[in-house]
């Protein structure tokens, strides 16, 4: 009989502090770049656990929020952006049930891959000529040696 009645008390009490854990989750929080930063890991965990490698290119080393409050994320090129606006939804749920926070946006900021501004390399003599221009030690050597890129 003791044993029941024990049984039961530890049962209202069980239920008491769930309801007590209920009321005390607070409304949620504005999104900062310290919880972004804190939960970042876990979701591109989130993605590699699917799969999705395309994603967690987008997603790259980290998310950025800009002054604005929006968070930020950098695509390269029409492919990525397309990919980026299906997976937004996705991302946008898991940041919010992670770090506990309140409705937030994503900006795409499409970033163009660019061209080398220096011309490219091609002949053995671009090249030497490229490194006597950071090394003017190897102008003097071709000299005193006689030294010919084309042979």
Avoid: C, W
Wanted: glycine residues 6%; charged residues 35%.
């Amino acid at each position: 009989m003791a044993d029941q009645k024990a049984k039961v008390e530890l049962q209202n009490a069980k239920a008491k502090v769930s309801e007590e854990v209920v009321e005390v989750i607070q409304a949620g929080r504005d999104l900062t770049q310290e919880i972004l930063d804190e939960v970042f890991p876990k979701v591109r965990e989130h993605f590699q656990k699917l799969g999705k490698s395309m994603e967690l290119a987008i997603l790259g080393e980290s998310m950025k929020m800009n002054e604005d409050g929006l968070v930020v994320l950098e695509v390269m090129g029409h492919v990525q952006e397309e990919l980026a606006l299906k997976m937004k939804p996705e991302l946008i749920r898991i940041v919010r049930e992670l770090g506990r926070v309140n409705l937030f946006k994503i900006e795409l900021e499409l970033k163009e891959e660019l061209e080398s501004e220096r011309n490219k390399l091609y002949t053995s003599t671009d090249k030497f000529n490229f490194l006597k221009g950071k090394h003017a030690a190897l102008g003097e050597f071709q000299r005193r040696f006689g030294l010919e890129t084309d042979f």
